[in-house]
């Protein structure tokens, strides 16, 4: 297994694990690799230190503790995913129907959940306007699926 250090145009870095070197080359090559925090797919291979797993395991006491001694905008990209998957792992994606399923359960024809879906800034402002909470917010897409 390989584990490598990429980095998307948009200077975005993140690690890919391959099964070969042959393995990252045709997924390059195939445009398959994609930023998990914008999805683009222009990604380039960075310099990275082997990975040595000596058996002994650490305890995370935070997510402050994760992230001590890492480039503070990597930190950054790795707690924005983190808030990404939980919001995925924690609302129901109602797809186009955001708008209306966020008035049903504002008004009480619908219950109450976290939902998520998409909505054109006019039905975004029309919301807001009748008093609505919402936050529009950009999930990349690659965190919608299962990462492998």
Do not use: Y
Request: proline share 5%; with cysteine; net charge negative.
């Amino acid at each position: 297994m390989k584990v490598l250090d990429l980095e998307c145009e948009q200077g975005h870095v993140f690690e890919g694990w391959f099964a070969s070197e042959d393995d990252f080359l045709a997924q390059h090559a195939g445009r398959l690799i994609l930023c998990p925090v914008c999805g683009n797919d222009t990604v380039t291979r960075r310099l990275s230190a082997p990975r040595l797993n000596l058996g002994a395991t650490q305890l995370v006491e935070s997510p402050t503790a994760e992230f001590a001694g890492t480039d503070p905008s990597r930190a950054m990209q790795q707690q924005w995913l983190m808030a990404c998957r939980h919001i995925i792992d924690n609302t129901v994606d109602v797809g186009t129907e955001f708008a209306a399923q966020a008035r049903k359960i504002h008004h009480g024809e619908a219950i109450e959940r976290s939902i998520r879906g998409q909505a054109s800034l006019q039905e975004v402002q029309t919301l807001l306007d009748e008093g609505i909470a919402v936050v529009p917010i950009v999930l990349p897409d690659s965190l919608k699926g299962p990462l492998q």
